[in-house]
């Protein structure tokens, strides 16, 4: 099962941070870099539980994964946007014209409980908006529907 309890979360926080550990500093700079940035941030939007959940409590992964969220969410965003809050006022405040078109949005849920994420081509204009903009969209979409603890057990 994918609940696990508060002392089970604990263990299995600690082998992910010895992950962490394992993984050379030079793999992990983005993620070096939000950490010493935005503490809190890393905490509040990339938290240990949220990658545990996504492998199954498989620590090795989920350190992997973490590691490679910052790495994208630094690419996809830069260094002047990637650690501000992930929030339209934050990370999205130059974007919210392309977010606004609904080309990606959460429409619901399946019969199984996931997220059900809608992606229109065509009103992905690359014409009316930069390709960076629909990307940072997409970005912010997968964050907020990735945040919600039940997508973290279930999927997308």
């Known amino acids: 099962a994918l609940q696990k309890s508060e002392d089970e979360n604990e263990s299995f926080i600690s082998r992910m941070e010895e992950e962490l550990d394992r993984i050379p500093l030079e793999e992990k700079t983005e993620y070096e870099e939000a950490l010493i940035r935005v503490p809190e941030l890393v905490e509040s939007e990339s938290n240990f539980l949220k990658f ?11 350190a992997r994964n973490l590691v490679a969220y910052w790495e994208l969410r630094v690419k996809v965003f830069g260094r ?5 809050p992930m929030t339209i006022r934050g990370a999205m405040q130059d974007d919210f014209d392309a ?4 080309f990606m949005q959460i429409i619901g849920t399946d019969a199984h409980g996931r997220a ?3 992606h229109s081509k065509s009103k992905a204009n690359s014409r009316l908006h930069h390709r ?7 970005f912010y979409i997968l964050h907020v529907a990735s945040s919600d603890p039940e997508n973290q057990r279930k999927g997308i």
């Open 52 to 62: 545990l959940r996504k492998h199954s409590f498989d620590a090795i992964a989920a």
């Open 80 to 84: 002047d946007r990637a650690f501000l």
């Open 99 to 102: 977010l606004a078109t609904g």
């Open 116 to 118: 059900i994420i809608y």
């Open 132 to 138: 960076s903009s629909l990307l940072k969209t997409a």
